[in-house]
């Protein structure tokens, strides 16, 4: 075990709160599971180890070097997590059918459902899930009624500053025939430690606008999760984009438990210098009639790394599934590096299944061509970029997310080099 993982333990014992019972079989399992080594499937392009060696000095908690302003176009509710801590207020008003509570404030029956939840849609193999289970004393509970349609999206915000260890969860249900939009949000490029997991069951007929924005770079490190249970027609549309930094790992899990689900996930990553970026994705499929979409793209510059580990589980019962995983990845520098694993594990005889991945370089020739026509090497680079990732964009169903997004991209393209 690690000096990290020991101390993480040992910290455990200090937060109390009511799901100290839930919190407890997460720390049982977390005292029996090791700290991943290269030769661990899960962790073998990652060096885990810079978590484990990375020392935090004491933060003064308020400097976080991030930003949290509104995005034009985009009506939502801001919750602000500022070095672990929720430093906003959740509004008096909220839409009708929509309930944000914060854990500590949780009344009795907000805390029966939120147990039905916590660590019960996130898979118990995550090493860092279970560090957050044990350790993510600050969090929100989003509920959205049955039947209800809320049009104002849900941001939660992470800020994380220098020297920080944060910890946040968040537990969302999305009832029956109800519609909601919810947005995970992370920044901050200085030395820290994030784990921040969201848990999403979506009822029958229901269906989640999602989108995870890991934007954290530079020294900072974060591992988290996003985690989703779908009912009989319920219908997720996720967007993931990641930067990378010193370690960077999400994790997203989709079990298809009820018939005739369907989700749609599309991934981003745009990484440069040294950086890391690492995506595993699991989609289970135990009933039969489901439907999966996942498009995965990256751009990998300089001396970075790109790790993706794709995962579609057809079990026995999942007849008529209609499942595809792509992945496909561009190389900007030959001391650049992207290990790909797209998998497929049928057990029924009825499907419609399909994967793969590809790994291609910029293409010189078409770089050269709009430099021949006055197109400067930068900006021919920042379009052929942006074509490669663009069709992903334009899906995104906000299109106020999407208009915000774009300038965030072509700024970090235009740093990337060709060689």
Not at 89 to 116: C, K, M, N, Y
Request: net charge negative; glycine share 6%.
């Amino acid at each position: 075990m690690s000096n990290w993982l020991d101390s993480a333990v040992t910290r455990a014992d200090s937060v109390s709160d009511w799901l100290s019972p839930q919190r407890k079989q997460s720390l049982e399992l977390l005292k029996a599971t090791p700290w991943p080594t290269r030769k661990t499937e899960a962790w073998k392009y990652v060096p885990i180890n810079v978590w484990d060696r990375a020392e935090l000095q004491a933060a003064n908690g308020s400097d976080t070097s991030t930003n949290s302003d509104p995005i034009e176009g985009l009506e939502s509710i801001d919750l602000v997590f500022v070095n672990g801590e929720l430093k906003s207020e959740v509004p008096a008003q909220l839409p009708d059918g929509l309930t944000i509570t914060a854990l500590a404030q949780a009344s009795d029956a907000e805390q029966a459902w939120a147990r039905e939840t916590f660590s019960q849609v996130k898979p118990n193999r995550h090493l860092f899930g279970l560090v957050n289970d044990v350790l993510a004393a600050e969090g929100v509970l989003i509920r959205v009624a049955a039947g209800t349609e809320v049009k104002t999206a849900v941001r939660i915000i992470n800020l994380v500053g220098e020297g920080c260890e944060s910890h946040t969860r968040v537990l969302v249900s999305v009832e029956n025939n109800a519609r909601a939009t919810v947005i995970e949000q992370s920044s901050g490029n200085l030395l820290s430690k994030t784990t921040a997991f969201a848990e999403y069951r979506i009822g029958a007929n229901a269906y989640l606008e999602h989108y995870r924005f890991a934007l954290q770079a530079g020294d900072a490190m974060n591992a988290g999760g996003s985690h989703f249970e779908l009912a009989a027609k319920a219908e997720l549309n996720s967007t993931l984009v990641g930067f990378g930094s010193q370690l960077s790992r999400v994790d997203v899990d989709v079990t298809h438990a009820g018939e005739h689900a369907f989700a749609k996930l599309n991934a981003i990553y745009l990484l440069d210098g040294k950086e890391l970026f690492d995506l595993h994705s699991t989609i289970e499929h135990a009933v039969a009639h489901g439907t999966t979409e996942e498009n995965v793209r990256g751009i990998v510059a300089d001396n970075s790394r790109a790790v993706f580990n794709g995962r579609i589980h057809i079990h026995r019962d999942a007849q008529k599934t209609l499942a595809e995983l792509n992945n496909r990845n561009l190389l900007m520098s030959n001391r650049a590096e992207i290990n790909t694993k797209p998998e497929l594990e049928i057990y029924a005889d009825d499907v419609r299944c399909a994967h793969g991945a590809t790994i291609a370089e910029i293409d010189k020739k078409a770089l050269y061509y709009m430099q021949s026509r006055g197109v400067s090497r930068a900006q021919a680079q920042i379009m052929l970029n942006f074509g490669f990732i663009n069709e992903l964009v334009d899906q995104m169903p906000n299109e106020a997310l999407a208009q915000w997004l774009r300038p965030q991209l072509r700024a970090r393209f235009a740093n990337m080099e060709v060689n």
